[in-house]
């Protein structure tokens, strides 16, 4: 598969679509998916257009260029991705398994198109998952004092390593605005409540003690406040009473396993336009 | 708000976005929705745009004629809307009278765009809240021997009262092909089950037999074979053992307003295209 | 039917479910309903039971007196309910009717065991509903000033009427502490967010910015800190980017109107018990 | 842990709660769990009491027998376990391999109270797997002309390694009534779909076909007839016209996985009742 996928945002008006599908009918590209939305409330433009290579007249080192001209005229913010660029991620997990194992597997299964070639963890205890998987481990010990050293360490790892997406399964480490900035949108973070409700830590216990009915978990980019960022994808199960908060981690980390899964896989498939700390997901 | 409509469905080919948008732009139109589905397993291209008439330099009588062009190009089936028309709606109805209800309190809150002129019944339990909303009341009682000759009066009905849809909302006659065969894609019907799930008589009665953990409703269009319509919307609630045949039913019939009014607004808004017994719903 | 109900809370320890339905067999009572619930982390006791009154041996009168021994034993609260005492309950409403429509269709549906003697108003609105469902209509306009005084009239309307149980279906002024206390447990709020996310005002508005994917709502009674009182039950809808801020609140109030309503026949029905500020419910 | 849980349905009468607890009371049990149902259509009891065997004064050998004198007075059918029996399970297996690795990890976080000895199937490629979890692996291969013979072996095999729990993780042989009933209420299997919507092959394929808007995933004890033994569990996920097969089928597993461990649990748990190919589920 060889496609070209442009995510465009920009002011409304008339004549963006037509000009940007006529782009791609007159280099002869074949439009295999299409999807836009319009903010009423900020008069805001969206649109993400994916499109097969094969017979395009332009070529791929010169399509952004070409299309910086239509990208001027409508004041877009615009990014080119091609689906053969395969992405490297990096997971970042502590001591709880459940999100990291579930990742693995799922790549293995071929739900996600990209690599993971390394796992960064504060603990030991994934060394024995990444080995039996065959990704390089790296073990980054946090104290207070240290924090801000390893975190260099690690920014330097990722740039190394030419990631391009970190997820945090589970990570309990909470990243400093410093590292949150050298990776704007490209960090997912799965928090295991419904937010805005439940921030910080121990959410399940929170919800415990305040006897919601609803459970849920929430995948979203993290930004420089904590639990605050552009949010993914959520979902939810009901509890009662019955429930002690062993069931509600139980059937929690359910949720977190698989709204993590989705916002992985929307961000590897170019789906995600954020704006105004939000996310139009073209699903 | 005058804005045009158009609904296609055709073989996928280049340049079928290009040329439809270009059609709007040039003729100086905005478009306020663009939505588009490729079916990739039958290869055929789905579109819905909507767009604002004024300034538009295409007088409305005469659209159709001009985009009849690119119809004929791409093999197109297409249909062609405007929100300043008002469409009229007849609501069958039998004894239970909560969709009903809850039909008209929407319209009452301008959830519905359209007019409701009349209610047809099978009985006169309902006369009361037609009544009530000013609405008139045509009573046509049913038996095995006056059916075929009812449902002519009715099809005259709806014919002379320029009806555009028709809402089954609880009607417990099963319209005949006849009758149906009149109305394509125009006649929703509510049926409390799962779909597939239960088809026929006293769906709850068969879904608390069954022992099933989840109930549900489904909005379809009628066709001839009985609840086999093309799906237009579903929703579920949970149930356990715990809860007897009355509370099935309690908690369904909340389900049934609920998905009944969401198919009938998408029908209002041109939002739904039927292909193959089933729905694109452009929501 | 008459039945009698106990709702019991007590610290746990042996022997509790024995003497309690042994009190019930000796007297000749048949249970119909029986449901416990042990919170292991406090180590609370909760039931409730309901018993067929016919052929019980014990007069009604004095079923309270006799039972306190066992109840002192245990040192349990508990209250004591009979079915055929018909509740009476106070609606109160502001602009938005959609969950009084809906309280008093279902009321007229049977699915509430309660009168339904007067609704309560800061607006004139809803004044035509009230008078086509013969229901008493008392307007209290508030203002900051006169606010303290209305509430010292609507407190001694409930008294003179004995209303059993206030529900605030969208009634936009906050009670004042003076107020909830005089009826612990019996006010009912609906709330239209997924609490604790957006607590206080236009909780949909909050919502929209926030980008959440599902929106709520929650029952619960009304105490002292607003929208923190113990939650009865709450359900949520999934929605995305495509649903403008009217669609949140179309949408949400059909969540309002099942959330509330489910809240109101769980009270009436006694299968509340609150501790700590949560609430078991038996259902 | 070292209780006891009795499971009981017996016809309705006076003094079967009072019975059942004073025999765990006065021979000093300290009841853990209790809970009822009365299913008024059959007039029928249904009763799981758990309670802790620390002090109780009957031996456990005894207490079956001490107890046989109740159920014999009331004509219970009826059960008794004990938590410190380890259930051993064997599960079945073909090439979808999701639902193995779902239970064997989940069995490693220790979310089932069971023992998992060995792994049974049609097909070599889950061995690699067992390997890794160290359980043994045993391989049948099966044909038409084999199958019979292949399962009186299978059956000698779970009868040898004394096989409580037969869990069908997406295996794709159909047993034969012949084995079904030698494991009554004993197999669990998982249908990739709502049922009784779908039953049979390639489920997801039929929901894509008719064009749901929900898919589901049910787990049930299999019986003779095929996907129509009583139902455990279910749940579901919404999807839409833009969802291909293949998301189905990735959606759907995600489901499968939770459904069926749900099921697992319940049963490992002794909560589940089975009457009239219904279930009562003490959860």
Not at 156 to 162: H, I
Not at 174 to 193: D, K, T, W, Y
Request: glycine share 2%.
């Amino acid at each position: 598969m060889d496609n070209a996928i442009l995510l465009i945002s920009c002011p409304d008006r008339k004549g963006i679509i037509a000009k940007v599908t006529n782009f791609i009918y007159e280099n002869a590209g074949n439009i295999e998916h299409a999807d836009q939305h319009i903010d009423s409330q900020t008069n805001t433009f969206f649109m993400r257009i994916e499109w097969a290579l094969k017979d395009f007249k332009i070529d791929k080192d010169n399509i952004a260029k070409s299309f910086s001209h239509i990208a001027e005229e409508f004041s877009m913010e615009w990014k080119l991705y091609f689906t053969d660029k395969i992405q490297r991620v990096a997971i970042f997990v502590s001591k709880r398994l459940h999100c990291l194992y579930d990742l693995l597997l799922r790549h293995r299964a071929k739900q996600f198109n990209c690599e993971i070639p390394l796992i960064v963890s504060n603990h030991l205890v994934a060394k024995e998952i990444a080995d039996s998987f065959n990704i390089r481990y790296f073990y980054f010990p946090v104290t207070k004092e240290t924090k801000i050293e390893q975190e260099i360490k690690q920014i330097s790892l990722m740039r190394d390593e030419g990631i391009d997406l970190i997820v945090l399964a589970r990570y309990t480490q909470i990243l400093s605005p410093q590292f949150v900035n050298v990776f704007p949108n490209r960090i997912i973070n799965i928090h295991h409540s419904f937010l805005p409700a439940f921030v910080g830590s121990k959410p399940y216990h929170q919800a415990y003690r305040k006897g919601v009915k609803i459970i849920g978990a929430t995948s979203h980019y993290a930004t420089e406040e904590l639990d605050a960022g552009p949010i993914i994808e959520q979902d939810i199960v009901r509890i009662s009473h019955r429930n002690s908060l062993q069931d509600l981690i139980r059937e929690g980390e359910d949720l977190e396993k698989v709204v993590l899964s989705r916002a992985v896989r929307f961000h590897l498939e170019r789906k995600i336009l954020v704006y105004n700390n939000k996310t139009v997901i073209f699903d």
